[in-house]
């Protein structure tokens, strides 16, 4: 067991500043933001209550047990995407993030079941979308993981950097539904309360 740093070490990388939004984006930039949150863990919550409080960020909630229920889950899924195409149509920033409360789950294994159907929801979403956001932000590691490997179909992205300590940022591959599109992979408890927020106010100036 090692930590993430050992690449860096065994490699032979020396260290390198934080990226910043010339890095990531071009001048001009225009469109919205796609900021995901999944995770439901404590920082992770702290982080989603201050992004809401942010002006001229549309927030789309999908409810958790509107998902996992089979006679609601498609209309909810369809619903959450014809949103959030149209908050980036106008070229607005979107918060789309999953209802915090946990459904029940008997057993592990359901608990299992109702998370990765959850995450499924997040990206058959994201998948359907038709306008191309200006970066993508996926809060929780799984999330961001599934993001990029199911909605994105990623076979290989291009490590810029860190924008934050311990918050990488990609550019995906030519295969991905969005070639070149900058990912922001943002660890559930990293960052403190208002770590997303201030990142995504950097990001538009």
């Known amino acids: 067991r090692s930590a993430s740093s050992i690449v860096k070490v065994a490699a032979g990388m020396i260290d390198r500043r934080l990226l910043d939004r010339a890095d990531l984006l071009p001048e001009p ?81 359901e608990a ?11 990206c ?4 359907g979308l038709r306008h191309r956001p200006r970066y993508l932000l996926g809060k929780g590691g799984i999330t961001a993981s599934d993001l990029a490997t199911r909605a994105f179909r ?12 311990g918050v990488s940022v990609w550019r995906l591959g030519p295969e991905a539904l969005w070639p070149g599109l900058p990912f922001i992979v943002f660890p559930g408890n990293v960052g403190k309360d208002d770590a997303v927020a201030e990142l995504v106010q950097r990001l538009r100036t």
């Open 29 to 109: 930039s225009t469109g919205g933001a796609l900021i995901v949150f999944g995770s439901i863990v404590p920082q992770s919550n702290a982080q989603l209550e201050a992004v809401l409080r942010l002006r001229d960020v549309a927030a789309i909630e999908l409810g958790v047990a509107a998902v996992v229920e089979p006679t609601t889950a498609s209309a909810s899924v369809e619903a959450a995407t014809r949103a959030t195409d149209e908050v980036l149509a106008a070229g607005r920033d979107v918060l789309m993030y999953t209802s915090r409360e946990q459904a029940a789950a008997a057993t592990p294994d």
């Open 112 to 122: 299992l079941r109702i998370g990765r159907t959850v995450s499924s929801g997040l």
């Open 124 to 127: 058959t979403i994201v998948a």
């Open 154 to 165: 990623v076979d290989r992205a291009r490590v810029l950097g860190q924008i934050l300590p």
